[in-house]
């Protein structure tokens, strides 16, 4: 009795076992809990009677029971009232001076009590937020830091808490703004974008946050808000394609039920069957649902005019500069301005007189400024701001006696500048220009006839007749092409239309009807797949186990998902293409028909464009049709013509959201002096990075690479090669003696088991 | 020929490979060392052991230091010559003053060593008794000490409680948090807090309440302990202190003319007039002191400890034997106040 007594007060002598037992029965546990409660509350006393010479094992206590405490507190809500309040004044007013571990399980003690929602989230974050700003621990504040951003990211799991977001985003608001000159900004910068990132802050209010921290007096929170504006959208779609390519690549289903059938069956394994078919489905689910809309924070702008406006002032023209930035902070902010300038058609006059002085080859990273400066020019800048930049330009870099590099950046800014706004160019200076085509270096080469290539295509009569090309030429003739006046805005078109159009007329359709059957027709087609075929049934419950999934069902839904494919491919061509229509592709048939024709044509084009909406068939058929088309013009005879549309196309198709790069201004010159060993070596390893690229392997390595990586096993003869030489010696020893009637039986057995399929044959597969 | 084969084989095996079986443990190596001794002890050679030639005082405070060491027998062995040179010295010619070694001595109440916790108490009945120095932070660890999971530690708290009530009985009872806090543990530890709620065994909120936890089975060692605590403690917070009707006579012939004059004098109180609160923030009666033996018991009411431990001593006597004996303890001190009351 005796002995089994000190056991028993042994086992109750510790706090896991009793949390346990708290946890299953918290009522009969109740005295047990006060008297642990009260030696906290003591402990703590003692605590904070001396709170920098209590000894370790003191500390160590007080930890135990802190941990204790928190686990166990939603059981006694009553009884725990003071608990949450005492930690955050513990916290409060020890931070700096706590032993780090017990600093660090108070904070996590905080965390949990969260979670079990003895505290809300606000309460939490209003706690460690001011923390965050106020203690001199990096630890601390990294453990802070990530607490906040994973309780964030948890209250917005099921859906968006605005009410949090709001009060959040608003103390890194008034984070910034109450005390511009610090750099504690610096914390909501780094919350800002990081919830950016993951989707979870992305309205307006967040961009206001990174707005003020744009125009703060802080180097590294300026810094910090613009960075966020060039690559905070890039980054946030890097992170979400992530996200999508790593659920996609765990999940084999079919492979799964194969084993499923193979292995023995257990229950864990037909539970793990059963949670992947469960993630399976939600991820189709999620797939499935539509896209979340994300506005990019450019566009999120309350005011980019003033905005932009007041960067400038502060940054990079000021009277008297407030915060002192250097080149590399200045560029960045330069590109966000030139950025905003360009995306929103802003006029910013004094941004381009800025430029001036900084327009020489000499200027350490000029081709940055040169792209800026080309970012910053659009359709409504007065065309007399910008000639002066673009002479400037020519007269600095363009020259026989400058270096192929600087001469090819110069000409590159000048046709980017050019392509925003044409009217910037004089004859006789792009008459000069163009004549470096037949310049030496390749690099220089290829910018002037890229101008040249622009400049026929938006202002063929500023060039020599020469100079014009075929097309240029005749559509000067004709009348069709003529120079854009300043402010003139293009019509919006889809490009194949009139493919379209003519088809319906050798077909003999009427629109007015076959409107109606069109949408009819369209819609009994789709519902008849899916009565057929049923393969989306099969997809929905997907909590439930199908392993006989035989191969020609999953053939079905290969082919009823390449069915869907076009169409979803047409409607988001269709959706697209209105605003950036290219005219080379209409010219590139009109041109050959006579002059009545073509008026004809384009007359037509325009009514069937605004006189009824196009169908799903009418998008499906016109997608056949510009393919059609597509293989049809690849014949050699309009091989030149089509390369030019392409390049223009691609020209005209860059996305206006799309900054324009240094690297894009030098251009080819890039390539025009040898490589030193380091850049070689640099440039090995991104081609070994990159798919495709060139990896310096052999075609067989890199087969093997492929096949490994698609986890399929090496070949038969492949082993038979790779087979250690000594397991081969006994059976080549033994060949030899055979007697007939075993090498018989042999050969027998072998021809049985080719019959069958190998050793076990091929029935499980 | 078979006996040449077999000799063949015997010359071979020295050069045979042993075979390596999957699934099975390698063999040993024929050169492998056999590591699987233990220390007994490690030798150092040169260390300074001589203590002579060092000064008393130096030894003395180098004890009180390792007070704090990790080993356990090096608290105890530490604690055990502080006693022996306390016993040896004289109070007046002590290197440390008695509240500095009890600063450093009183975390060792809740020691997990039960050695450490009895050599401390051997200790804490030697230091002289007026020299102590504030007592608020022992009783905190006492109180802590108490309420602690572990039973021998709440026995040897107990014990040190003892100590403290028959050492400096007045400023136990008198110290800021010295009397509701050590009460409200005492009721705590007891589970006397039924009265707190509804009598019956129904608790607040109409469910069940929980069965009485019986503390350690069968053995009430601990019960016995804590109740006759209890009464040495409120005795000592609630009797007061024995007026010599002589000695105040004696002392009023001598200022003979004055009358009174107590009264017109600076108070010997400290905060005479802290009942008012006149400009203090909010009453924390937990942890205030009572100077007063009137106060204490005003307080002991007030809170409804009174109600809930006369409750509790009742079922209390109801068991007999030796926890009856106690409570019938108890139930005399409590007595003090019920008649006031």
Redesign the interface.
Known sequence: MKRKLGALEKVDADLPNLQHKLKIDPRSYEQDFVNQYSQYRSLKELFLQSPTTTDDSGIVRLRDLVDFVSHTADCYPKLTTAFPLDLVELLDLHHATLDPELRDKLVGALVLLRRKETIDSVQLLDTLWPLLLKTPSKNLRALLFQKILSDLRTSNQKATNHKLNRHIQSKCFELIVSDPTSAKGLWAVKLTRELWKRQIWSDAKAVSVMKEAALSQDAKVVTGGVRFFLGGDQEREEAAAEEDTDDEGNIDMGKLRHQAGINKKTGKRANELRTAAAKVKRKEKKKNSPHQLNFSALHLLHDPQGFAEELFQRHLQPAQPKVRLVLEQKLLVLQLVSRLVGLHKLTLEPLYSYFIKFLTPKQPSVTSFLASLAQSAHSLVPPDILEPLVVKIANEFVSEASAGEVASAGLNSIREICARQSLAMSDTLLQDLVQYRKSKDKGVQMAARGLLSLYREVGADLLRKRDRGRDAAMGLRIGEKQTARFGEVGIGEIEGLELLEKWKEEQGIDSEADEEAGWNNWDAESDSDDDGEGWINVESDGEEIDISDSEDEREKKAKAAAKAEPTFEAQQSAGNTPAATTPASSRATASLEPEAALKREESRISRLATTRILTPADLAKLNELRSTAAVTAALPATKRRKLLAAQTAAASSRHADDPLTAAQISGLSAHSYKATRQEKIAMAKEGSREEGGNDHRSTTARRKEKKESEGKSTSNKEKERKKNFLMTLGKAKRKGKRSLTQERAILKGHVERRKRGGKRGNKGQ | MGSSAKKKREKKSDFKKTKLKVGKARPKNTNATDTSFAAKSIVLKQQSLSESGRDPSTIFNHNLSLL?SKADTQRRDALAWLTNAITAMNAAALPQPPSAILLKAQ?LI?DGTASVRSQLLKLLRILPVDQLGPLD?VL??T??GM?????DIKLSSLDILDWLIEAQPESIVSCAGGWVKTL??FE??L?WNGAKGTTGSLTGDG?W?????TV????SKLLVHQLNTLTAFLNAGLVRPERDDNLLAIQAAECWPLWHHQAHLMPTKSNPYGYLNLCGKKRDTESDMYEDPEERQEAFITSGMCRAFVQGVTEAKKEGGEVGRAAAGVAKALQLVVDVG
């Open positions: 704090a975390p809740l932070q905190l660890y109180r802590a309420s602690h999971l572990s039973t409200e543990t705590t530890l589970s469910k309440s929980a069965t009485k936890p350690s089975l069968g053995s």
